[in-house]
């Protein structure tokens, strides 16, 4: 019997902050970056203005009231498993769960999609492009 391929059609990589590299030279405050913030982690922020939490997106299977998870997300990119930002480990996860080949989503570009300067979203979807084909 010929072996069944496993395929996750909803996976999400967490971008790390080298994304956001440049950005802020060439759009100043206006542009998204990533900050740590001690109480929150590490946090993609726009015109100064904290938002999305990174080390959330790298909780799966963990409970986020426990305070050891909270723990994981305080530490950002940190705290995350290597596979949730590297192609390499992300490979190794991939036979632990099973999988044979994944369709990848963005995760931490979702905080970009509101930003109202169009040159600015193009640009950091340049970054994410390009870091995606590395």
């Given at each position: 019997?010929?072996q069944k391929l496993?395929?996750s059609g909803?996976s999400?990589?967490?971008?790390p902050?080298e994304?956001?590299?440049g950005?802020?030279?060439r759009?100043?405050?206006a542009a998204p970056?990533i900050?740590?913030?001690?109480?929150?982690?590490d946090?993609?922020t726009v015109?100064?203005?904290?938002?999305?939490?990174?080390?959330r997106l790298?909780?799966a299977?963990h409970?986020?009231?426990?305070?050891?998870?909270?723990a994981?997300?305080?530490?950002?990119y940190?705290?995350m498993?290597p596979?949730?930002?590297?192609?390499?480990a992300r490979?190794?996860?991939q036979?632990?769960?099973g999988?044979?080949?994944?369709?990848i989503y963005?995760?931490?570009?979702?905080?970009v999609y509101?930003?109202?300067?169009?040159?600015?979203?193009?640009?950091?979807?340049?970054?994410y492009?390009d870091?995606?084909a590395?």
């Amino acid at each position: 019997m010929a072996q069944k391929l496993c395929i996750s059609g909803d996976s999400h990589v967490v971008e790390p902050a080298e994304v956001f590299a440049g950005l802020e030279a060439r759009f100043g405050e206006a542009a998204p970056k990533i900050v740590h913030d001690p109480e929150r982690g590490d946090v993609l922020t726009v015109n100064g203005r904290g938002g999305l939490s990174v080390g959330r997106l790298g909780i799966a299977g963990h409970y986020v009231n426990d305070p050891a998870t909270q723990a994981m997300i305080r530490q950002g990119y940190a705290g995350m498993r290597p596979g949730v930002m590297d192609p390499i480990a992300r490979l190794k996860d991939q036979d632990i769960d099973g999988i044979n080949a994944e369709v990848i989503y963005p995760s931490v570009m979702f905080g970009v999609y509101g930003i109202p300067n169009a040159e600015i979203v193009a640009a950091t979807f340049r970054n994410y492009n390009d870091w995606t084909a590395n």
